[in-house]
């Protein structure tokens, strides 16, 4: 069966896939779009499960509120380069994904990859992804917030750090102060809504750090331990300030404290911060090694 090449365009539109990988498929197919359609699919997974070993240390961090169901989504899915993570087709597939989040309230990511997505499950959108855009692409961590009250969301420089702000009691008109209490966390990375938050634990050990260091320091050398003790008390303050939300001095004015700013105008219940690839070990190469390797698996293709 001959094809013409709208179809090849045709086909290209509904797979993703490039336009020669279309022309051979149809050749393939004898010109049977659908035919052509799942060899493609099939071609796809094949060369999706070669990249499965890679390490994906770029991607976005996406966001998603959904007023219907009353939940918001951060999500963070990883591709291999920075080059794809900017582009507008990665970012589609954040948005996609971010959406099945918020519709299915999934409990971890195996439970999101079981979910339907189009014609089959988000494992399958993301594997059909990984073989069009050409790079392993995974879906690393994901929070929701379920509320009635109020999510705001920021994402800053495209995806790299993303936050999600819950406020309750919210009063009319303060949605810039809400906007900017998400900024507030981007920049200054609280660790805690409060001082009432911090664990028992963490403080005995910060206290024991700063007592510690102030021993050491001949200034104090002939001060005694109860009155060390009272300093290290009086210092918690700046502890408090560099990891409470609500003591943190606030960027846009910072003769402000955060829980000034605020006042009555809501209450922050909670909030979460990605940072896009913390904790992913990049990979690196000898560069003249890296060119080999692939030289090597074209010759292999």
Do not use: W
């Given at each position: 069966?001959?094809?013409?090449?709208?179809?090849?365009?045709?086909?290209?539109?509904?797979?993703?896939?490039?336009?020669?990988e279309c022309k051979k498929a149809l050749a393939d197919a004898d010109g049977d779009m659908e035919k052509a359609a799942e060899?493609?699919?099939?071609?796809?997974?094949?060369?999706?499960?070669?990249?499965?070993?890679?390490?994906?240390?770029?991607?976005?961090?996406?966001?998603?509120?959904?007023?219907?169901?009353?939940?918001?989504?951060?999500?963070?899915?990883?591709?291999?380069?920075?080059?794809?993570?900017?582009?507008?087709?990665?970012?589609?597939?954040?948005?996609?994904?971010?959406?099945?989040?918020?519709?299915?309230?999934?409990?971890?990511?195996?439970?999101?990859?079981?979910?339907?997505?189009?014609?089959?499950?988000?494992k399958d959108f993301i594997t059909n992804q990984t073989a069009v855009i050409g790079e392993k692409i995974s879906i690393r961590?994901?929070?929701?917030?379920?509320?009635?009250?109020?999510?705001?969301?920021?994402?800053?420089?495209?995806?790299?750090?993303?936050?999600?702000?819950?406020?309750?009691?919210?009063?009319?008109?303060?949605?810039?102060?809400?906007?900017?209490?998400?900024?507030?966390?981007?920049?200054?990375?609280?660790?805690?809504?409060?001082?009432?938050?911090?664990?028992?634990?963490?403080?005995?050990?910060?206290?024991?750090?700063?007592?510690?260091?102030?021993?050491?320091?001949?200034?104090?050398?002939?001060?005694?331990?109860?009155?060390?003790?009272?300093?290290?008390?009086?210092?918690?303050?700046?502890?408090?300030?560099?990891?409470?939300?609500?003591?943190?001095?606030?960027?846009?004015?910072?003769?402000?404290?955060?829980?000034?700013?605020?006042?009555?105008?809501?209450?922050?219940?909670?909030?979460?911060?990605?940072?896009?690839?913390e904790g992913i070990e990049k990979k690196s190469e000898n560069l003249q090694d890296e060119v080999a390797k692939q030289v090597?698996?074209?010759?292999?293709?």
């Amino acid at each position: 069966m001959a094809f013409t090449a709208k179809d090849v365009m045709d086909l290209r539109a509904k797979s993703g896939a490039g336009m020669l990988e279309c022309k051979k498929a149809l050749a393939d197919a004898d010109g049977d779009m659908e035919k052509a359609a799942e060899l493609l699919r099939e071609r796809g997974i094949a060369k999706a499960v070669k990249k499965e070993g890679r390490i994906a240390a770029e991607g976005v961090v996406g966001s998603y509120v959904c007023s219907a169901c009353g939940r918001g989504v951060l999500l963070e899915i990883n591709c291999e380069s920075d080059f794809v993570s900017r582009g507008d087709k990665f970012h589609s597939i954040v948005d996609e994904v971010a959406k099945v989040v918020a519709s299915n309230n999934p409990a971890d990511v195996e439970a999101l990859n079981a979910c339907k997505l189009g014609d089959g499950t988000v494992k399958d959108f993301i594997t059909n992804q990984t073989a069009v855009i050409g790079e392993k692409i995974s879906i690393r961590r994901f929070v929701i917030f379920e509320t009635k009250g109020k999510i705001e969301t920021y994402i800053h420089m495209g995806g790299k750090v993303g936050v999600m702000v819950e406020a309750s009691d919210f009063k009319d008109g303060a949605e810039d102060t809400l906007h900017d209490i998400a900024l507030q966390i981007a920049a200054s990375n609280p660790i805690y809504v409060n001082e009432s938050e911090v664990p028992a634990e963490v403080l005995e050990k910060e206290k024991e750090i700063m007592l510690v260091q102030m021993q050491n320091d001949p200034k104090n050398a002939n001060k005694p331990k109860n009155i060390l003790e009272k300093i290290v008390a009086g210092k918690m303050g700046k502890f408090y300030q560099d990891n409470c939300l609500l003591d943190q001095l606030f960027v846009k004015d910072d003769s402000l404290k955060v829980k000034d700013v605020i006042g009555s105008k809501f209450n922050v219940v909670r909030f979460a911060r990605f940072e896009m690839g913390e904790g992913i070990e990049k990979k690196s190469e000898n560069l003249q090694d890296e060119v080999a390797k692939q030289v090597a698996a074209m010759k292999k293709d």
